[in-house]
């Protein structure tokens, strides 16, 4: 899979001042949404495709699975472009696009895996094996026949990804599969996702704002901001590299002392005053952590402490907020 030099600009509709002006004079202007991104996927990988809101993680999907043209760049996927010759290419690929579903709402879910088969004309036999693997593999047989309203959006979703692999696709895209779900319907999604890519060397490429996803599913990610490449490799390599740097609550009872204890703490340590509040000061600190610890234990008016690594979103919002994002 080839994603060269890929760059997507929007036509945006300008805002006129009076309806007359909109009607005969109408003015458009450009939403870049992805500039110059180029990576390559491998079969049987598993790559998690990761950016905050508006990032341009859609705008790839939609380029990848050949619903946008790029306005720059070459996309090959399967050794084919997109846009060309869509009916051969979309037996190749599987879709699931989170915020939409391609189930039927008020009929059984068992109709819209039928449904499948009649699109996507699967011979019956290899239909009715792969339903048997997939449902057998999702745990959704006590289901079937409920309608698909009726399901939780964990179960849902599960359907959404069997719909998604009938046809046995060769690459399988995920747009944030695991959004909206309660954290035990994240594991089973994540399960499934790891077994179907183990078992059939299925390529998957899935978008997420979840770090979990990525922690769960792949050590490779590629990270993406204001519509550009930042980071393609190893995801723990950016997790090592914030890994010292901590996190320390500081519990403070007696309220006219804060201001001192903060004072100090900004004359003394090489730190980040993250917040203060009333009673609590949160600093962010790398190499003086140490020293801070010391002059914690050693402070009268400072009544409890707690150290916290940062998290995998505050880890990327750090990187983000190093490279000026
Ligand atoms: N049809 C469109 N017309 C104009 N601008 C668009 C269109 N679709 C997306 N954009 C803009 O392009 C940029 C990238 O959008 P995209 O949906 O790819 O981001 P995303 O990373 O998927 O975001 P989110 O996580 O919020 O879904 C955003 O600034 C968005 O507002």
């Known amino acids: 899979m080839l994603f060269s030099n890929i760059s997507k600009e929007y036509r945006v509709k300008k805002q006129q001042a009076s309806l007359f002006q909109d009607l005969f004079n109408r003015k458009y202007s450009e939403k870049v949404a992805l500039k110059d991104v180029s990576f390559q996927v491998n079969k049987g990988e598993v790559v998690g495709y990761i950016g905050p809101n508006g990032a341009g993680k859609s705008t790839t999907i939609k380029i990848m699975t050949g619903i946008l043209k790029p306005t720059q760049g070459t996309c090959r996927i399967l050794g084919v472009d997109p846009m060309e010759n869509r009916m051969q290419f979309v037996k190749r690929v599987g879709v699931v696009f989170g915020n939409r579903s391609n189930l039927m709402w008020d009929l059984p879910v068992i109709d819209s895996f039928n449904m499948m088969q009649k699109i996507y004309k699967i011979p019956r036999v290899d239909f009715l094996d792969n339903l048997h693997e997939l449902v057998t593999l999702m745990n959704v047989k006590n289901f079937l026949s409920t309608p698909v309203r009726q399901l939780s959006l964990g179960q849902q979703m599960r359907c959404e990804i069997i719909v998604a692999l009938l046809h046995s696709p060769e690459i399988l895209f995920l747009d944030e599969p695991t959004l909206g779900l309660d954290a035990r319907s994240k594991i089973a999604v994540h399960q499934f996702i790891k077994k179907i890519n183990e078992e059939k060397n299925l390529t998957v490429v899935l978008t997420t704002h979840d770090m979990g996803d990525i922690e769960a599913l792949t050590s490779r990610a590629i990270i993406i901001g204001k519509g550009s490449k930042l980071f393609d490799g190893d995801f723990s390599s950016i997790k090592d590299k914030y890994q010292q740097y901590k996190k320390v609550r500081i519990e403070i009872n007696q309220l006219n002392q804060i201001d001192e204890v903060v004072s100090q703490i900004k004359n003394d340590f090489n730190c980040e005053l993250m917040t203060i509040s009333a009673n609590e000061i949160v600093v ?18 400072i009544d409890n402490y707690q150290v916290q690594s940062l998290n995998i979103e505050e880890i990327i919002a750090r990187y983000y907020s190093e490279l000026d994002i």
Do not use: A, C, H, S
Not at 284 to 300: C, H, M, S
């Open 284 to 301: 962010g600190i790398k190499n003086d952590f140490e020293r801070l610890i010391q002059f914690i234990v050693n402070t009268e008016t």
